[in-house]
């Protein structure tokens, strides 16, 4: 059940971010500004497969382990991808009220990504070492990963 309400949640912030932007005359850096989102959460939707996807976190025998593509980047893709799109779309008007509806939508996605983990890492004894690997939300830049010289 509260799995449940955390996608509703998400998609209920996401909607008011985006359905509150201001669409006329078209915002076409706002647009530019979000493609890149738009563009990861597309990409790791076709990796998974078109008809594949699930909004629940939850895992079933279904349920992939993927690492190709955006996966290689961020665990979460989808998650970074609509991080990144809400987040252009802030600008155009911002408003008190749509910063903290994004800050909220941020906090759910975060939830769902470590419940999401926590799942994972129970079905595929191999996802620790991905974890380990690949960022969640934010690719790991090898500079921070970089042990000291001798």
Known sequence: MFLWFLVATQFLLAAAIVVSARWSPFPVLLFLGSGPGIVLAVWAWVTIGLTKIRI????????????????????????????????????????????????????????????????????????????????GLLPKLKIWNTPPAN
Not at 64 to 76: I, K, S
Not at 81 to 103: H, N
Not at 108 to 135: D, H, T, W
């Open 56 to 135: 629940h976190p939850a895992t079933t025998e279904r349920t992939q382990f993927m690492t190709a593509g955006p996966y290689r980047l961020v665990r979460h893709p989808m998650y970074t991808g609509l991080i990144w799109f809400t987040a252009a779309l802030l600008f155009d008007p911002i408003d008190a009220w749509r910063v903290v509806s994004w800050c909220a939508m941020v906090a759910v996605l975060i939830a769902k990504s470590q419940l999401e983990e926590r799942l994972m890492q129970e079905r595929f004894p191999e996802y620790e070492n991905y974890r380990r690997r690949v960022g």
